[in-house]
């Protein structure tokens, strides 16, 4: 009976993606090390949340955006505060709108606080001591006023109509 190694889920990634994620193993053990140096014992009495997201950018080349409530930083530092909850932008050119969908597990629609602005929106929630908190730039300007937002089962979905573009060089008849 021949015996083969498991493939890692890194090793099956990179055969669907390419060479773009060469040195990911080593992102990940250095992340990894950074968090075993830390003495538990010093940390303030928290849960800890730390993910990441790993998606293809428009340009074909991978985007890792982190979340969480700890940011691992070199030499085992450590900074602990509002769990960042994972968020993800859609821009829909044809529907003319942008959705953004928060996982904010533990939060109720009483305790969130979402503002926007024509390039940003803010999301803060407090709970029970789980505080939320996500500052989210956008890529396309938006008309805040148009927000529409609903809250299930740990899932926050806004949905906003993009802003219509400024027309530049039209002219008008004066009378």
């Known amino acids: ?57 428009p340009d074909g080349k991978p985007v890792i955006r982190e979340f969480g409530n700890v940011k691992p930083f070199e030499r085992g530092q450590l900074t ?13 050119e044809k529907e003319g709108t942008v959705k953004i969908v928060a996982e904010m597990p533990g939060a109720n629609k009483e305790s969130m606080n979402v503002n926007a602005t024509e390039d940003h929106v803010s999301i803060t929630s407090n709970q029970d001591g789980k505080p939320y908190k996500a500052e989210v730039p956008l890529s396309v300007k938006i008309d805040p006023e148009t927000a529409e937002a609903s809250y299930n089962n ?21 009378k």
């Open 80 to 92: 602990v505060g509002a769990r960042e909850p994972l968020v993800d932008v859609s821009v829909d």
């Open 1 to 57: 009976m021949t015996w083969r190694r498991r493939r890692s889920l890194f090793d099956r990634m990179f055969d669907d993606f390419g060479h773009d994620f060469d040195g990911m193993d080593e992102w990940a053990e250095k992340m990894f090390e950074n968090l075993r140096d830390i003495d538990p014992s010093e940390l303030p009495e928290n849960t800890y949340y730390y993910g990441f997201q790993l998606t293809q950018g």
């Open 154 to 174: 740990g899932i926050l979905e806004l949905v906003i109509r993009q802003k219509a573009p400024e027309k530049k060089g039209t002219s008008v008849k004066v």
